[in-house]
C-alpha cells in the first residue's frame, strides 16, 4: 500500500503543489496525495464497474501509476481533481469497450446471457434508503459510460457542472442534459426519487 502518514507540511499543501513535488521525486507528497484521493477513487470504480472491488482495487493501483508515470504533463492552469477524474473515465470507458467486445465474441456460444431485465422488477417494492441507493447504482448500468460518469461525479462526488464538462471534454450543454435524461429515467424507474428535484439540480452551475 502507498500510503503513510505525512508531516504538516505536505498536509497544507494544495493538490497542484503536491503533484510538482511528486515530479520532482518527493515520495511524501506522493502518500499525502494518495490519502486524500484514493478513498474518493475507488468509490467511483466500484459504481463504474458495477461493484466489482477486486478490479476497482486494481483500477485504483494502476490510476496512481498513471500519475506517477504522467505528472509532467500535468498543466498548471488545471485542477488536480479534473485531471484525475478524468483519468479514472478513460480507464473505465476503455474497459466497457473491452467487454463490449468480448460480449460479442461470446453471444454465440451463449446467446441467453444478456441481461432480461427482470432482476429490477422487484425494486418496485417499499426500499429503506441504503438499498435503494445499492439498486440505483446497479440500474445505472444501464446507461452508457458518459450518462453514467455524468451522473455519478455530480451527485456522488458532488462536482459542478463546468467541472464534470471539463473532466468529460464536453460542453456544459451536453452535461445538464445528460443529467436531465439519466435523473428523469430513474425517477420513473422508482417511485422514490423526486424527478422535480433532479430536474432543477441539473441547471445549476
Known sequence: MFFRRTSQKYSDASDEQLLQMIDGGDTRAFDELYGRYSNRLLGYFLKMLNGNAAKAQDFLQDIFLKVLEKCNQFKSDARFSTWIFAIAHNMCKNEYRRLHVRRILDYDADPDQ????DEFSALLQQLD??????????????FDENQRTTFILRFQENCSIREISEMLGCAEGTTKSRLF???KKLARKFGQLAPEKKEESTHEL
Open 181 to 183: 435524461y439519466v435523473s
Open 114 to 117: 444478456e441481461q432480461s431485465g
Open 129 to 142: 434508503a441504503d438499498n435503494l441507493q445499492r439498486q440505483v447504482m446497479r440500474e445505472l448500468g444501464n
